[in-house]
């Protein structure tokens, strides 16, 4: 471990994003290679597989345009169930909302929670300490494989690149099992990836949740740190594209904090799908 | 010059954004330190002053974001002028138009067309060989000062970031006489920077731009090899916000060769503002 600055990159398909810091912790977990850098720029990062994942101040990006139209948008809200979100900001995001009553995170690694609460804890910040909040250290797939029908309001899937332990994340038999844990107007959420540096799986992703849920729409946005800086969300529902419209006596009581999201920055992100993509998905 | 293949990297406050590839051609010309890199991803590329500016491959999404909001919503479109633009991707993308009658470009440094015709032809296309193009080596702010009052229909800044040769291109003084050489019914179209990494500049442009104009609005996209891949462009008019909505017997005819732009991403861009730039303008 250098005691100088240094660059960490991330490298994909011969580009690479680096950021200027100092690795002041490196182990690998029973699941993958775990990396913590004081950044110069961005505060704490953490790095799963050399893959970058979240910064203290640079998160919001990505929590915030995952969580709000799903949250704003569902019917009820009062259990809520989030895959992977070791880092704690999903939950963060959604704990902001009173109506929340149970919140089920399920991780399949403890060492990234450990992590984050020692390294980055600004980022679940008091998320960690909210009685509504259950960790449960666990595999994601086998989780909604026992839950009770019918019984999340919102199912939010925030788990890393479909190549590690987050492949299970990312198939017809797993959005279909989340289809029937999912109460009536409830709302299903993931994140899935990036049209420019992992096209394919993106719209993969979307084509497959189509075969399974009733109404299915991507959003897109910007995360700095992510592979080409350009990601995408993807919103499914089963009575109506629900997640579409927020509802404003929620969205009025977290506008204030929020950094990114919007409603008007929400109705942008849903129709900002680049014209390539839209050709695809079409055919 | 190595002639295996390396990383290029351009850095920016303590974050870098690298292609992995070979440099071909290395120059410093009266203006500007000029690269270019035959990388791995993209194709050719060019370097700026150690800025990425355009790749073969990945160029599209800056140059159809600038133009055709700009083209689609002017009333008319016979005279257009391109301040920048040497890799001749914006001439491009406005030649498309056939009601384009005489195209301007003012680019300062005559190396940044030769350069690009030579390693980076397919960006400008048949563009320069179009007999409606002329071409002036000269500095844009002259320019505008000399145009004659209310000849252009579009005026578009496609230029670096304003701390090398463009800048000029940013200030109160440059907005306020491309107002006067646009015609009623004009648009003027300028790239602005990210609102992350040029978060300060973003702001200011859109502010002096706001003294001189009736009407002006930024669209937000994504660059994947610009500083945060998190990009802007910022149109203004003075009659309406008519770059909002573009004419449909234009867009018709445009649409199918467009990888980005579409009618409805344009909608997105311009609602696509983040939380945290909409309150730094409205304050």
């Known amino acids: 471990?250098?005691?100088?600055?240094?660059?960490?990159?991330?490298?994909?398909?011969?580009?690479?994003?680096?950021?200027?810091?100092?690795?002041?912790?490196?182990?690998?977990?029973?699941?993958?290679?775990?990396?913590?850098?004081?950044?110069?720029?961005?505060?704490?990062?953490?790095?799963?597989?050399?893959?970058?994942?979240?910064?203290?101040?640079?998160?919001?990006?990505?929590?915030?345009?995952?969580?709000?139209?799903?949250?704003?948008?569902?019917?009820?809200?009062?259990?809520?169930?989030?895959?992977?979100?070791?880092?704690?900001?999903?939950?963060?995001?959604?704990?902001?909302?009173?109506?929340?009553?149970?919140?089920?995170?399920?991780?399949?690694?403890?060492?990234?929670?450990?992590?984050?609460?020692?390294?980055?804890?600004?980022?679940?910040?008091?998320?960690?300490?909210?009685?509504?909040?259950?960790?449960?250290?666990?595999?994601?797939?086998?989780?909604?494989?026992?839950?009770?029908?019918?019984?999340?309001?919102?199912?939010?899937?925030?788990?890393?690149?479909?190549?590690g332990p987050a492949e299970g994340l990312f198939n017809k038999s797993f959005f279909d099992r989340c289809k029937h844990i999912l109460k009536p107007g409830g709302i299903f959420a993931t994140q899935s990836e990036s049209p420019e540096a992992f096209k394919e799986i993106h719209i993969e992703t979307i084509k497959i949740m189509r075969e399974i849920f009733a109404y299915v729409d991507p959003l897109y946005g910007c995360v700095p740190m992510y592979p080409s800086g350009w990601w995408s969300w993807t919103f499914a529902a089963m009575d109506s594209p629900r997640y579409l419209t927020p509802k404003s006596e929620r969205s009025s009581n977290i506008i204030d904090q929020c950094k990114i999201w919007s409603p008007r920055w929400q109705q942008g992100g849903f129709n900002a799908i680049p014209a390539f993509i839209e050709r695809e998905l079409a055919s």
């Open 1 to 163: 471990m250098s005691q100088s600055n240094e660059w960490i990159d991330e490298n994909h398909l011969g580009v690479r994003y680096g950021l200027k810091g100092k690795i002041i912790h490196h182990e690998k977990s029973k699941f993958q290679d775990i990396i913590i850098v004081e950044t110069e720029r961005y505060g704490n990062a953490l790095l799963l597989n050399n893959c970058w994942m979240a910064a203290e101040k640079l998160e919001k990006h990505y929590h915030e345009c995952l969580v709000h139209p799903a949250l704003c948008g569902a019917k009820e809200i009062s259990n809520v169930l989030i895959i992977g979100g070791g880092d704690g900001g999903t939950a963060r995001e959604c704990l902001r909302y009173s109506k929340v009553e149970r919140l089920d995170i399920v991780e399949i690694d403890s060492r990234v929670i450990e992590l984050a609460q020692q390294f980055l804890p600004k980022i679940g910040g008091t998320a960690w300490n909210d009685p509504r909040l259950n960790v449960h250290i666990e595999d994601g797939v086998g989780w909604v494989k026992k839950a009770q029908e019918l019984f999340y309001d919102i199912i939010i899937v925030d788990g890393s690149d479909p190549d």
